[in-house]
């Protein structure tokens, strides 16, 4: 009787450790059927990083779009770089997962809410005080500031510190593009834009102004991030390791000095035309 009970209780253990198995497979079989394809996307006011593609405008191009397509072929799996509207919009799709990446983010709390980042960054950016020729406005420090007027494009972030202390201390109005800010800085309705200093240059050029400049001193130096969404159902732990391996391979070839350098003469051809 004794046997027969201890075979009972065999089976029933075997049982169980087939019946977790089985879940195992199964959990490890949809995150790889969900997870043939990942969707990635931007700010698509960002050249050289990112700008809507002029062959096709549902999807993006630019130095983030190229990085994401040698990323794809690191890690094996395609990754289709989408245009989903605005700014704004974009970090709505990735708050409620309906896009996988965001090809650039710089760092914030509220970010961390919704999505994950991966290290190392892929690129440092530098954030730069715009004015008019002929202002007289010297910038030292973030200080230099106070009393003036300020624009900057809505929901844009120049780094955790410089958030807080603009909130804090500055007046700064936010405005829909960038396009409308340099606009306005020409016609010196505000006294200063913050702006980082490659896409800045990037619409000047395309714009033809040639009455603005930056200033020497930069506001922050910035690391830009890809992040992944929470919801995303490729959000795995094990495709977390596979693509931040693969960022890190792909930044020791210094690959982005490459590509930001042929975006902004591709961006300016582009804007030539």
């Given at each position: 009787m004794r046997h027969y009970f201890n075979a009972v209780k065999s089976v029933r253990v075997l049982s169980a450790f087939v019946l977790l198995l089985s879940y195992v497979v199964s959990d490890n079989c949809f995150a790889q059927e969900t997870c043939k394809k990942?969707?990635?996307?931007?700010?698509?006011?960002?050249p050289p990083f990112l700008w809507r593609d002029t062959q096709d405008d549902n999807h993006l191009v630019g130095a983030n779009a190229e990085l994401m397509q040698a990323l794809s072929k690191e890690i094996g799996v395609p990754i289709e770089v989408k245009y989903v509207g605005p700014w704004a919009r974009v970090q709505e799709e990735a708050r409620v997962g309906r896009v996988?990446?965001?090809?650039?983010?710089?760092?914030?709390?509220?970010?961390?809410?919704y999505m994950d980042y991966f290290y190392p960054a892929f690129r440092v950016t530098r954030t730069a005080i715009w004015t008019n020729k002929k202002s007289k406005l010297a910038f030292h420090q973030w200080s230099d500031?106070?009393?003036?007027?300020?624009?900057?494009?809505?929901?844009?972030?120049f780094g955790e510190d410089f958030d807080r202390y603009?909130?804090?201390?500055?007046?700064?109005?936010t405005v829909s593009s960038l396009e409308q800010a340099l606009v306005m800085l020409n016609l010196s309705r505000a006294d200063y834009l913050i702006y980082e200093e490659d896409p800045g240059l990037a619409y000047v050029?395309?714009?033809?102004?040639?009455?603005?400049?930056?200033?020497?001193?930069?506001?922050?130096?910035e690391n830009l991030y890809l992040t992944m969404s929470y919801k995303s159902p490729c959000n795995t732990p094990e495709m977390r390791g596979r693509i931040s391996k693969a960022l890190y391979v792909l930044g020791?070839?210094?690959?982005?000095?490459?590509?930001?350098?042929?975006n902004i003469q591709l961006w300016?051809?582009?804007?030539s035309k």
């Open positions: 990942l969707i990635a996307t931007g700010n698509p006011e960002y996988d990446l965001l090809a650039g983010a710089f760092f914030t709390l509220p970010r961390l809410d500031l106070r009393g003036k007027n300020g624009i900057t494009v809505i929901n844009n972030s603009a909130k804090e201390s500055l007046k700064i109005v050029a395309k714009m033809n102004m040639t009455d603005l400049k930056t200033m020497s001193t930069p506001v922050a130096n020791k070839q210094g690959l982005m000095d490459k590509l930001v350098t042929s300016r051809k582009q804007q």
